[in-house]
């Protein structure tokens, strides 16, 4: 089992930035993968970015590329959602996620955090 806990969450203004956490334990070793999700109420959850814990591989929606940044502290168990000129439409809830495939589906991944909220206000 692998257990996930979201903070970082917040009310921003639309250009500021947030940074999401995600700290991870548990049998974190069977789990190379971890990937940030966002749902927006009323929509499906949709693939923000992922990255290997060896941190040689990193992978973004077309949608947040060169403002956010997915990063990663091995010695912390942690990943991190650097997230750069916030839009009103990034408002979201945001979810970590744990998986073994590099991947932007969210069925590859087999454990997810609780979620944290995101609100960029225009």
């Known amino acids: 089992q692998v257990q996930l806990a979201e903070s970082g969450g917040g009310l921003v203004q639309a250009g500021g930035s947030l940074r999401l956490s995600c700290a991870a334990s548990?049998?974190?070793?069977?789990?190379?993968?971890m990937g940030w999700f966002r749902q927006a109420p009323g929509k499906e959850r949709e693939f923000v970015a992922a990255?290997?814990?060896?941190?040689?591989?990193?992978y973004y929606a077309d949608s947040v590329k060169g403002r956010f940044t997915i990063s990663r502290d091995i010695a912390k168990n942690t990943v991190y959602l650097q997230m750069n000129s916030l839009k009103p439409e990034d408002t979201a809830a945001y979810y970590c996620?744990?998986?073994?495939?590099?991947?932007?589906?969210?069925?590859?991944?087999?454990?997810w955090g609780q979620g944290t909220q995101v609100t960029v206000s225009s």
């Open positions: 990255i290997v814990w060896t941190g040689t591989h990193t």
């Open positions: 996620a744990a998986g073994t495939v590099l991947s932007s589906r969210a069925s590859t991944y087999n454990y």
């Open positions: 548990g049998r974190t070793f069977s789990t190379p993968v």
